[in-house]
């Protein structure tokens, strides 16, 4: 509920689009029952606007009245929190108190002009009851109004509330799924640099230094969530570069990606992760080893796939495409941009596996 001043309140009911609003009733009011007079006494027409210009006067005193005694009920109701009874019944009284009022000015009105006009009980009675029950028809329909237009505005803020909790819910997937990304890529890359250490220490030496290289461009990007196409490639090439020490001639690649896609966002690790996988699964187990190439292209909607082949073993490892690595990177890109990403792993011909990344055109912007 609002927290007003009673000033506040007060001038949220008695402004100028409510006296507009009570006068164009007042008027309504005043036509529906002076047409009824007409057909009944027959005057002239002169007559008639006559008695509709002072009936409209007469009910906008009641209206106006009861418009304000409403606008100080809701002033004493700002800034308390009075019990559902004790509103209620202050709401009453000051529908029934402001239609008493205009019907008794109503009543002293006519007596500028006729000093001899006693006032009717019957008359009197019968108008507060009408009013009462206008007033409070009015002051209902304001009560439902405005609770309408709160509850709007809290279904508003709710949805704002629940989009920033998404973004954070996101951005807090997307660390969780790094931390398990990053052991995973680092601890196999380093178990590669021991292994060559101790059968060819020189090498070794040489991988150690290349590594370390690699590590210094790598790591301040890898605790941010998003990374770029260019970013990726670069990461890529020292990745490889570094396992060629290792295999040799057992190992080659080329990367080919246009210009134009080289600013394209993407989640981190996300090529490192394919190119370690088709390393692990696809090259590794062959003992004449195998070629990798890295390809990125438009998509004709809008957009762009990149692709990671490999012509290893293919789909007879033991991952099948569904290791670690694989389902975090799923998971980051639907993470990333919902169902517009994707991530399609299929088998190359002769042999070997292609997989790739499909993003949509909100990457490229």
Excluded at 130 to 154: C, D, F, P
Aim: aromatic residues 8%; contains cysteine; positive net charge.
């Amino acid at each position: 509920m609002e927290d007003l001043t009673p000033l506040q309140a007060f001038r949220r009911v008695c402004n100028l689009r409510m006296l507009a609003g009570v006068y164009y009733f007042c008027l309504l009011y005043a036509v529906s029952r002076s047409l009824t007079w007409y057909g009944e006494e027959r005057g002239d027409l002169y007559d008639f606007l006559f008695s509709l210009i002072r009936f409209s006067r007469q009910t906008l005193l009641t209206g106006v009245s009861l418009l304000l005694m409403v606008a100080l009920a809701e002033a004493l109701l700002a800034g308390r929190r009075w019990k559902l009874p004790a509103s209620l019944t202050l709401q009453a009284l000051a529908v029934g108190t402001g239609a008493a009022m205009g019907t008794y000015f109503r009543w002293a009105i006519t007596l500028l002009e006729d000093p001899t006009n006693k006032l009717k009980p019957g008359w009197f009675l019968s108008t507060i009851t009408i009013w009462t029950l206008l007033g409070g028809m009015a002051y209902a329909l304001l009560q439902v109004s405005r609770a309408q237009r709160s509850g709007r505005e809290q279904l508003t803020q709710l949805f704002r509330e629940r989009e920033t909790l998404k973004a954070q819910q996101t951005e807090a997937q997307l660390s969780a799924l790094n931390a398990q990304i990053e052991p995973h890529f680092l601890f196999n890359t380093l178990a590669n640099v021991k292994r060559l250490y101790e059968t060819q220490p020189e090498r070794g030496r040489n991988m150690l230094v290349a590594l370390i290289a690699y590590l210094r461009a790598a790591l301040p990007g890898m605790r941010r969530h998003e990374s770029t196409l260019a970013d990726e490639l670069e990461l890529v090439r020292h990745y490889l570069a570094i396992l060629q020490m290792r295999m040799g001639e057992r190992l080659s690649f080329d990367i080919d990606a246009p210009a134009a896609l080289l600013s394209a966002h993407l989640p981190t690790l996300v090529l490192p992760t394919l190119v370690e996988n088709a390393i692990k699964h696809g090259l590794s187990p062959l003992p004449q080893g195998g070629h990798i190439a890295i390809r990125a292209r438009p998509e004709p909607g809008g957009g762009l796939s990149i692709e990671v082949a490999d012509n290893g073993q293919g789909f007879g490892s033991a991952s099948g495409g569904a290791g670690v690595g694989l389902a975090n990177t799923r998971a980051r890109l639907a993470a990333r941009f919902g169902d517009a990403a994707a991530l399609e792993l299929e088998a190359a011909q002769p042999r070997g596996v292609i997989a790739r990344v499909r993003l949509p055109a909100e990457a490229l912007s």
